[in-house]
Each structure stands twice: as C-alpha cells, then as structure tokens.
C-alpha cells in the first residue's frame, strides 16, 4: 500500500501490469522513464523482492484497494516476475470466462451478439490471452472466411482494464500465425467502433475492396449494422 497509488510513466499514464524485464528498463538512468523519480527507491525495492523469488507485487493506495482487486478497472500495478501475458487456444476450461467476456463485449457494443451456435464456434476457434497463466484478459477467434484461403479474426476482445498493454496486438498476432499455419493468404476483420478500426491498421490491416470480402459473410447478417460496419484487410505471406 503506497498513498500514491501504482507506477506512473513519465507521461503520467499508468501501468496496469509490468514485468521485471519492463521495471528494470525504466529504472534505467535513474528512473527517467517515471513519471515521479522520487520514488525510484520504491521501485527498486520491488525489483529485488521479484528477483528474491516473489512471483508477484501488487502496488495500490489504501483507497484504491478495493477497486484494484474487485474490478477489471483496476487502481494500481501488478508488477510480475516472469512475462504476465501468454497468448494460447482456448480449451474447454477457458469457456465459461470466455463466454462471459463475449457478453460484456456485446453489452459494450464492440461485438456482435451471436445464437448460441455462433458462440460455440467462437469458443471451438478461439485463443486467448491470459494473465499470470490464468487471468483471461481479451480473446479472439479465427473462422472460416467464407471462401478456400480466407478467414475472419472475430469476436476481438479486451477488458478495460488491459488498453494500452499490447493485448489486442498479441491477439491479432496469433490469429495472423494460426492462419499463415493453415494456408491462408488473407484474413479480414468487421466491426462498428472508428477507435478498432484505427488499431486493425495499426497492426498492418487496410479497407478492402468490396469484392475481397466474401459474400458468405453478409449472409443473414444484420441490415442495419451492415450499413454502419467497417472491414479491414491484412494479405499474409504462406
């Protein structure tokens, strides 16, 4: 507990979560990467409790507590020993997180609702990205695209909480892997929101023409969403 709550960067945005590797390099120089170096004191005291064996140290203020254990929002940082992320197929222990996360991700807006059919093949073709081993922080899916060499990255997914660490972009890397395994020269990606639409181009996607999208795709799918969603494009070299 520090009533200053978790670790800040220098531009004043906090960490959520950082590994020792990511904490060693902005204590580098004498912790110019922070955004108080008055603190560095606190933060190398951290680091030698990770490399005395903790596995984890949590950094909050006394009034964030609550808020940092008990919701996805979060008040300060976790800060681990070992990378905090791993990005994996989802297996059937991973269902029941997952499919709750599909639900907040419908009620937010960001995806589309699905029958239960489309949700078990969500889940049957979904990875994740997980926390500690454990944490379901975002998930993914990679579906048939609707014509031999095509897929759709759908049902992407991050928790509040994980914006800005990089786990959007992990799983958009592991569907582009998983597909370039199976053959695929191309995968595409619809969605409604400008904000992941800017970050499907950030990770090397572009509008499409409109024939590089299969038909398959708009079968039964909602006429009025249709008219307000965005496609995006990524080629992969096989």
């Not at 949590?58 to 300060?76: D, H, R």
């Not at 997952?98 to 049957?124: C, F, T």
Request: glycine share 14%; net charge negative; with cysteine.
């Amino acid at each position: 507990i520090d009533r200053r709550g978790g670790l800040r960067a220098a531009t004043g945005s906090r960490h959520s979560f950082l590994h020792l590797a990511e904490l060693h390099s902005l204590l580098e120089g004498g912790g110019g990467g922070l955004a108080n170096t008055d603190r560095v004191g606190l933060w190398r005291e951290v680091s030698a409790m990770l490399e005395a064996g903790l596995p984890a140290v949590n950094i909050c203020s006394a009034e964030g507590l609550a808020e940092e254990l008990f919701t996805y929002a979060g008040s300060g940082t976790l800060i681990t020993r070992d990378r905090y992320m791993s990005v994996r197929r989802l297996g059937i222990d991973d269902f029941d997180a997952a499919h709750d996360l599909i639900h907040r991700g419908v009620e937010e807006g960001y995806l589309v609702k699905r029958s239960g059919e489309g949700v078990d093949a969500v889940l049957a073709s979904g990875f994740g990205a997980f926390v500690e081993g454990r944490h379901l922080a975002g998930i993914g899916a990679l579906l048939p695209g609707g014509e031999e060499g095509s897929g759709e990255i759908a049902c992407l997914y991050t928790l509040t909480r994980f914006l800005g660490e990089g786990v959007g972009g992990s799983l958009v890397g592991c569907g582009c892997s998983w597909a370039r395994e199976l053959g695929l020269y191309q995968v595409y990606a619809c969605n409604t929101s400008e904000r992941v639409g800017a970050f499907f181009e950030l990770n090397v996607f572009r509008p499409p023409h409109p024939e590089e999208i299969p038909e398959e795709k708009w079968r039964s799918y909602d006429a009025e969403r249709r008219s307000r969603v965005r496609c995006y494009r990524r080629a992969l070299a096989t």
